[in-house]
């Protein structure tokens, strides 16, 4: 069964600093991992996906995501965080192997930016 | 270009009620996805409809059913509702075609509240 675990429920950084939020994931096969942003009573908008290739993915707002195989880990990134970018982080990965369409979705991770 | 558009944006049922929540998917989008998201948690995978048929299930029971039309846009029905089903449910469409690979567009989703 596929599975993700974002170990941390909330994030704090300061304006201008870099951010990390990270995510480890589980697939019997190849996985192909996203990451989403929620804001307040909002869904889910998009913002990166790895599927092959580099393991270093870049998405939109400035937002990329390391790809490691040998930590089972695909951790969002970015270089200097913006208080607009305080919102609730999802991870979400698909098997290749079981070949299931449906996302698993990790438990969220609150991204707190401080002015 | 129009997103993925839900209706109810929020409702209020009581115990025992039943719902239907709708679902346009995006222009040009042929899948829809339906996940619930409690409180604090990450969205759940209910089900999948493409060519008006259900493709995939997650682990929910059997009192939630959908229904996919011609023209792609989907319903979610649930009957006999629980207090535990009060959540916000998301859909997200997609392209068929872009298999495992392709990203989910989100809805802003329908809040239920079971009083």
């Known amino acids: 069964a596929q599975s993700v675990a974002q170990p941390e429920d909330q994030v704090n950084v300061a304006e201008g600093n870099p951010l990390t939020v990270k995510c480890t994931y589980s697939v019997s096969g190849n996985p192909y991992l996203f990451w989403y942003v929620q804001y307040p009573n909002r869904g889910l908008q998009f913002l990166l996906k790895y599927i092959t290739g580099d393991n270093l993915v870049k998405g939109s707002y400035g937002f990329e995501a390391e790809f490691n195989k040998s930590q089972t880990s695909f951790h969002l990134k970015k270089p200097s965080a913006l208080v607009s970018d305080s919102a609730l982080y999802f991870c979400?990965?698909?098997?290749?192997?079981?070949?299931?369409?449906?996302?698993?979705f990790g438990s969220g991770t609150r991204l707190q930016v401080q002015p | 270009d129009a997103g993925v558009t839900q209706s109810p944006t929020h409702l209020i049922k009581t115990r025992g009620q039943q719902v239907t929540l709708r679902c346009s998917p995006k222009?040009?989008?042929?899948?829809v996805s339906w996940y619930q998201q409690a409180l604090g948690q990450g969205p759940q995978f209910i089900f999948q409809y493409y060519e008006e048929e259900e493709r995939q299930r997650g682990n929910f029971p059997d009192r939630f059913s959908g229904h996919q039309f011609p023209n792609y846009s989907s319903e979610l029905n649930v009957n006999a509702l629980l207090l535990g089903d009060s959540a916000l449910y998301l859909c997200?469409?997609?392209?068929?075609?872009?298999?495992?690979?392709?990203?989910?567009?989100f809805g802003e989703g329908s809040r239920l509240t079971v009083l």
């Open positions: 979400a990965v698909r098997d290749q192997y079981t070949g299931r369409r449906a996302l698993t």
């Open positions: 997200a469409s997609s392209i068929a075609g872009t298999g495992l690979h392709g990203e989910l567009f």
């Open positions: 222009s040009g989008h042929d899948t």
